[in-house]
């Protein structure tokens, strides 16, 4: 009988659809767990094919270049050294002379060891909720049995399995060892405490140990935080990986004299929180979108406020300054502290910032539109164009030089509209779209006193103390502030959280202070505006309830609700 394991756990980025770049990556990690004498390596959830791979998984061609993928991993297991664990899409019926696609779908967790897959099993609860469309293309498995790893039987489970009691007991009923679960839980606010009690529950519920190895990286609006952990029996955590990195750990594992599975070595590096934790997942998550598709680059309209400024700092962290082009693109309306603090920052941080007066622009669709404008009062229409003007700017430079423009847009603007269409909502990505007006001035503040691990930017104040203290403008018009239009962000960020986090009701917020015909004015504006936010980019997902997957509200909607 076995009694003595060394479980490499291996923190994954995955790219999804690169099967040859990520099966190398998992062949590495087997290298260099071998060197540390590790007898298994753990992958997470579909880190074959990167998660999610949403309807790839439909296509003949691509299920039968993963069939060939894992093949290649499990004959490179045939050496002797460390099995694997690894995830990928997997079918039931893969007959020689039958279509790739005549079986059904499923998410399965294989185990590769003497050169063959010597097991599969399939992920049984399949989530449907929020930013998972597992249901959609997956097949749901049965309720999984133990798999037998060189003497030990080992609980595979598949992610969601995890976050409820039922595949753990079954596991432990039929006579599992250890629980190993793979895993691709995206980042958001408080998840990382979220997993751990989780773990608590099944290793509580169950008695035996737990692995949990989560993936890393950006994945369009998702960011995968790592974070992967190890519980005792006692629910003692005995190692934890770095979050938002790449990282292989080593565990240790023996048999107690009660026939129970114990780390006896471990290591435990405490994940970042509240806005450390933020910060660097919209770095990540910037960074991996425009890396994995290629850009060179990106491209910021700065305008001297602090939306502007702070995606700036976020890109240079991301990408390094050399990358990252900014151009203030003033208009009769543009003050002069905007165009000094566009320069200030831009030079803090180490990028290139070119002008460009938009004021030709507005002349020219001024005579353009004139005679059908004639006799009509000047309103938002005027407004808008020079939006409209900037971001065609940004889109021609874009168009020519190959960089990305990076909308700087945060989740209040996008909550009530308070942005244009093909204006300042132009871009490949936002990285704040998920970030409320409130957080992006605390951000930017902690950002001047912290230089997250991994930055590119430089040290000290990158962002003017002028930008984060003067109120917030558009400057479409003469002594324009936001709050012209909107509540105080203060107070329009509290009823957003509550309508869009919470689904609160009128009557609820009311309940906490607010004044009611705020919170209805705030209501419609955020309904709306649904039409607008269908149109605008993606961006990196923090809160629970970010707009696109998570949110899917009708843009034609009578419901208005009571007032």
């Not at 793979?182 to 408080?190: C, Q």
Request: aromatic share 8%; hydrophobic share 40%.
């Amino acid at each position: 009988m076995t009694d003595h394991f060394i479980i490499a756990l291996a923190q994954l980025n995955a790219h999804v659809g690169d099967l040859e770049g990520n099966v190398a990556k998992i062949l590495d990690h087997r290298m260099q767990a071998t060197v540390k004498g590790a007898h298994l390596l753990v992958t997470p959830e579909l880190s074959v094919t990167g998660y999610p791979p949403e309807d790839l998984v439909l296509k003949a061609q691509f299920m039968a270049a993963v069939k060939q993928a894992v093949r290649r991993l499990a004959l490179a297991t045939g050496d002797g050294g460390p099995g694997l664990i690894v995830g990928a899409p997997w079918m039931d019926d893969w007959g020689q002379n039958k279509a790739p696609l005549r079986g059904k779908i499923f998410n399965a967790a294989l185990l590769l060891d003497n050169g063959e897959i010597k097991a599969v099993r399939y992920k049984y609860d399949l989530p449907n909720y929020g930013v998972f469309d597992d249901a959609r293309v997956f097949t749901p498995g049965p309720l999984p049995g133990p798999v037998s790893f060189r003497g030990l039987r080992l609980g595979l489970m598949v992610c969601e399995d995890f976050w409820t009691a039922e595949v753990s007991e079954c596991l432990e009923e039929s006579g599992a060892e250890l629980l190993v679960s793979i895993n691709a839980s995206p980042y958001e606010t408080s998840k990382t405490d979220v997993r751990l009690n989780l773990g608590v529950q099944r290793v509580t519920e169950s008695g035996l140990a737990a692995i949990y190895v989560n993936m890393v990286g950006g994945q369009d609006e998702l960011v995968f935080d790592g974070g992967s952990f190890a519980l005792n029996p006692d629910c003692g955590l005995v190692a934890q990986l770095p979050s938002f990195e790449e990282h292989l750990a080593f565990t240790t594992w023996e048999r107690d004299e009660e026939e129970r599975w114990h780390c006896t070595q471990g290591h435990c590096e405490p994940g970042p929180e509240g806005d450390d934790a933020v910060y660097r997942a919209l770095t990540l998550g910037l960074r991996d979108y425009v890396t994995k598709n290629g850009f060179p680059g990106v491209l910021i309209g700065m305008s001297g406020g602090i939306d502007s400024a702070l995606s700036a700092a976020v890109a240079v962290d991301a990408l390094g300054a050399e990358r990252v082009h900014c151009v203030m693109m003033p208009s009769p309306y543009t003050s002069r502290e905007s165009l000094e603090d566009a320069a200030d920052c831009s030079k803090r941080l180490g990028v290139r910032l070119d002008e460009i007066s938009i004021e030709p622009a507005m002349t020219a669709f001024g005579e353009m539109l004139a005679p059908l404008f004639a006799e009509r009062q000047a309103d938002t229409t005027e407004e808008n164009i020079q939006a409209r003007s900037r971001g065609l700017t940004l889109m021609a430079l874009s168009n020519k030089l190959g960089h990305m423009v990076l909308s700087t847009g945060n989740k209040s603007e996008m909550s009530v509209g308070y942005a244009t269409l093909y204006g300042d909502m132009c871009g490949g990505y936002n990285v704040l779209k998920d970030v409320y007006k409130t957080q992006v001035f605390r951000l930017a503040r902690w950002r001047n006193n912290h230089r997250p691990p991994g930055a590119l930017g430089p040290e000290g104040q990158v962002i003017p103390d002028r930008i984060i203290t003067k109120p917030p403008t558009a400057e479409l018009k003469p002594n324009q502030t936001d709050q012209d239009t909107l509540p105080s962000y203060d107070e329009l960020d509290a009823i957003l959280a509550g309508l869009i986090e919470s689904e609160a009701g009128v009557g609820d917020l009311v309940a906490k202070g607010h004044d009611r015909a705020v919170v209805n004015r705030v209501w419609r504006m955020l309904e709306n505006a649904e039409y607008k936010r269908r149109q605008a980019p993606p961006g990196v997902k923090i809160t629970p309830k970010s707009f696109g997957r998570d949110r899917r509200y009708p843009i034609t909607n009578a419901y208005k609700g009571p007032y």
